[in-house]
């Protein structure tokens, strides 16, 4: 697995939980149950599609994944996502 360094915004929520600057919000367990179920409604996958693109196009779209440090395919999902929620 590969680990990322964090990022300035990253590091100063770790340096206030540290410091113990953060406080629960109310209904904490409530909050924590409805946000599972989105992210559950997110990853579940429903459908596969095979598309076409150029060796180029993939490079790039690889590349573009590495630098927002999530997998290619989340970022091709998200792009299309995107155009369809519109």
């Known amino acids: 697995m590969k680990y990322y360094e964090l990022t300035k915004e990253e590091k ?10 953060f406080v629960p919000v109310k209904n904490l367990n409530k909050i924590k ?3 599972k ?3 559950k409604n ?4 429903t459908k596969n599609i ?3 693109i150029t060796q180029k196009v993939l490079y790039k779209l ?3 994944a590495m630098e927002e440090g999530i997998p290619y395919q ?3 999902s ?3 996502h995107k155009y369809t929620s519109q």
């Open 12 to 21: 100063q929520i770790l340096k206030d939980y540290e410091d113990g600057k």
């Open 33 to 35: 149950q409805e946000l």
């Open 37 to 39: 179920l989105v992210a």
């Open 42 to 45: 997110t990853l579940d996958k």
């Open 50 to 52: 095979n598309i076409r």
């Open 62 to 64: 690889r590349r573009k």
């Open 74 to 76: 989340t970022l091709v």
């Open 78 to 80: 998200s792009i299309l």
